[in-house]
């Protein structure tokens, strides 16, 4: 009888040692969407993480869509929105999407906000072009010089985009149903320059993104709504559409969350594109053709909205969050060679959560990313904050790349090399939908990891290696 | 005993299913997301109208199983060239072989209900023999005449896609004994009385066709209209 009782309860430990791991996977993230002071229902967009008041953190730049643009700053264990100017909080001119970099190459990184007050084509207010000026916010396109090109078309996302490699950014703007423009400061004055650059096409514009793609410089994909998709290969300052040819045109489906992430921990950054109720994509670079590895459940249609790809509990794998809108969010952690698990998720969920954009940054200095989520659309909800729950054991390494003016080199390529992996990772210019990342390049190392060094890719294509001793900190590079 | 000691090692393979459960890695094909993601490399010029044969073309010209080849062709229109949701319902229909006249009863998978009308009146079957990864197979294909030297050619179809100048463009399309296959017909046999009674008591393959089948082609609103008819009859 004892022995009996002895082998039944050996087999009860057994298998409660299968069932444990699963369960502790449900609780991937904590909830500290009660550290957003006065976090009410609201309309809200894209998400950009930028040092708004250029005191040298980083704050999360929430658009409004009918509400306040939000500059919600770490202070005190507590996310809180430091502006309140009109120029910049304009609730008025329903803001969707946004991106930071520095167009007038003073180092610091000025906010371009995109407004829209209709689905497609002529729209009636502008967009804004953010600066911090002394103590105020001025928005560029308000001065007389700078009238002549603004852009009065419906509009979704905004990258960043630093097409020479000479530290001075443009900005792409993926409108609907009139032309993209692509601005840019020249002789002290803004202008459109998509005619001159090929980038002047009519679409229904949704995601972008841009960096080391295919080429040494600054490339484009944009991710579009009825029509083919955009990848604009750099060429001299120029752009060429070679998406047929590198079959990433995908005509039949309307794009949605795109970011950069090397999926097979090769050394170059790939695309991950999801399509609104189509198949999302995973395409990896092969014989100069990309080619869509994703598998169920991942390329299961969602009504997706913004798709992130960071190392969110410090283990040395990205994960990929895919933000919904109106039904679940999904999480994925990639594996090595392009395998795409999905993670249960508990926290996160928000089965009835609608969301519009998200960003990840280490907004409190931990070591660990924080993910803020927006929500709006047809629902005002409250924002989300989130964190991965993280093994005390595992380290970091985040490495925040700044060009030679000083500004984040924001379409800089940073790789980490190891004896387990080489992977590389996007300083951010613009991704998910609508949204942008903090411009820091963030690393969880693995277990028994060593031998680390880094490589930067400057936008210029040029590079740079170091070796990294310690861990657990932050390494600032400044190009030469 | 062996009954009880069967059911625990069940149990025990249920519950290990259940823990992984969340990781799902399912390597089953997806024909659909296929022929959405390479729909611009067989419509370089994104028209799809009338371009079934296309389709079919592409479709053969894989290395593929016999199944995958059944399973690629129930998801587009023959007649129109629409892609059709996965898991459709076709429509038993009969169309008439080439070489016998004989009835040959099947499914087809159509986008909408004029196209099953359509293909009744203006195409005929014949057998085609080809080897496919695991085997070799004989199956009903869908054919018309080759429209090549029409001079009425639909001016909304490419022409390119089909033809080199008079003939068939065997590069573009599949030619069969001088009939252009513009896809491919499901669970074929030859009719009997029966099956001819039940085509002609569905409401769609019999009053509706009756009625659409009737009238003159410059009346056609529905379906592709006059498109699929000018290139076939």
Redesign the interface.
């Known amino acids: 009888m004892k022995i009996n009782i002895t082998k039944y309860l050996k087999k009860i430990i057994f298998l409660c040692c299968l069932i444990l791991p699963n369960k502790l996977y449900a609780d991937f993230f904590e909830d500290l969407t009660s550290q957003i002071v006065d976090n009410p229902k609201r309309l809200s967009y894209g998400v950009s993480v930028t040092d708004v008041n250029q005191d040298g953190n980083f704050d999360f730049v929430v658009t409004g869509f009918g509400y306040f643009n939000l500059a919600l700053s770490y202070e005190d264990g507590k996310l809180i929105n430091i502006v309140d100017e009109k120029i910049f909080s304009d609730e008025f001119r329903r803001t969707i999407g946004v991106a930071a970099c520095d167009i007038d190459k003073d180092g610091f990184e000025e906010i371009y906000f995109l407004n829209t007050d209709t689905y497609s084509g002529t729209k009636k207010y502008s967009d804004r072009l953010i600066d911090f000026e002394g103590d105020n916010f001025v928005d560029l396109f308000e001065i007389e010089k700078n009238k002549t090109d603004l852009n009065l078309t419906a509009g979704r996302s905004v990258v960043c985009v630093d097409r020479n490699g000479d530290g001075a950014y443009g900005v792409y703007v993926a409108n609907y149903g009139g032309p993209t423009r692509f601005y840019e400061y020249e002789d002290q004055k803004i202008v459109d320059k998509s005619v001159q650059l090929n980038l002047a096409k009519v679409t229904g514009g949704r995601a972008v993104v841009a960096g080391h793609i295919i080429s040494n410089k600054m490339d484009i994909f944009a991710a579009n709504e009825r029509g083919a998709n955009f990848l604009y290969k750099n060429n001299n300052g120029k752009f060429l559409d070679v998406a047929y040819e590198y079959r990433v045109e995908d005509v039949l489906q309307n794009g949605r969350g795109t970011a950069l992430s090397d999926i097979y921990y090769r050394g170059r950054l790939d695309i991950l594109n999801g399509n609104w109720g189509g198949f999302h994509r995973a395409y990896v670079l092969k014989d100069d053709v990309f080619e869509d590895i994703a598998k169920p459940t991942f390329d299961d249609p969602t009504r997706i909205r913004t798709i992130i790809s960071a190392d969110l509990d410090n283990d040395g794998y990205d994960e990929v969050f895919m933000n919904n809108i109106g039904e679940p969010n999904k999480l994925f952690k990639i594996m090595d060679n392009g395998v795409l698990e999905q993670l249960s998720l508990d926290i996160g969920l928000e089965p009835d959560g609608y969301g519009t954009g998200a960003a990840v940054a280490d907004i409190d200095n931990d070591g660990v990313l924080e993910l803020l989520v927006s929500h709006g659309e047809s629902r005002d909800q409250p924002l989300s904050l989130y964190k991965a729950k993280v093994d005390a054991n595992h380290k970091y390494l985040r490495v925040k790349p700044l060009n030679k003016y000083g500004a984040p080199a924001r379409g800089a390529t940073v790789t980490l090399i190891s004896n387990l992996r080489k992977h590389s990772k996007t300083i951010d210019a613009g991704s998910g939908y609508l949204c942008q990342m903090e411009p820091v390049a963030h690393y969880g190392i693995r277990k028994n990891e060593k031998d680390i060094r880094v490589q930067i890719k400057w936008t210029n294509g040029k590079t740079k290696t170091i070796s990294v001793k310690n861990l657990n900190k932050t390494i600032t590079l400044r190009q030469k | 005993m062996r009954l009880l000691r069967n059911f625990k090692k069940l149990i ?1 393979i249920f ?2 299913t ?11 094909k ?1 024909y659909y ?1 296929d022929l ?2 390479d ?2 490399r067989i419509f370089p010029d ?1 028209n799809r109208n009338a371009a079934g044969p296309k389709f079919f073309k592409y479709i053969i010209d894989k290395d593929i199983s016999y199944k995958d080849f059944v399973e690629y062709n129930k998801l587009y229109c023959a007649v129109s060239g629409s ?1 059709i949701d996965p898991n459709s319902t076709p429509e038993f229909v009969n169309i008439n072989e080439e070489k016998t006249g004989k009835k040959i009863c099947g499914n087809y998978y159509r986008c909408c209900v004029p196209c099953s009308c359509d293909l009744m009146k203006y195409t005929t079957v014949k057998k085609m023999k080809h080897k496919f990864k695991d085997v070799t197979k004989e199956f009903y294909v869908l054919t018309i005449d080759n429209p090549c030297s029409k001079k009425d050619f639909p001016e909304r179809v490419t022409k390119k896609y089909f033809c080199d100048g008079n003939n068939i463009a065997k590069d573009q399309v599949y030619n069969l004994d001088g009939r252009m296959v513009i896809g491919l017909f499901h669970n074929t046999k030859l009719c009997n009385d029966n099956d001819i009674k039940i085509v002609k008591a569905h409401p769609v393959t019999g009053e509706y066709c009756d009625i659409r089948n009737n009238t003159p082609l410059e009346e056609l609103q529905a379906g592709m209209g006059d498109i699929f008819i000018k290139l076939a009859r």
Not at chain 2, 18 to 28: D, G, H, R, V
């Open positions: 025990l519950l290990i259940l823990t992984f459960s969340n990781i799902s890695i399912s390597e089953e997806n997301k959405v993601t729909w611009s994104n892609l």
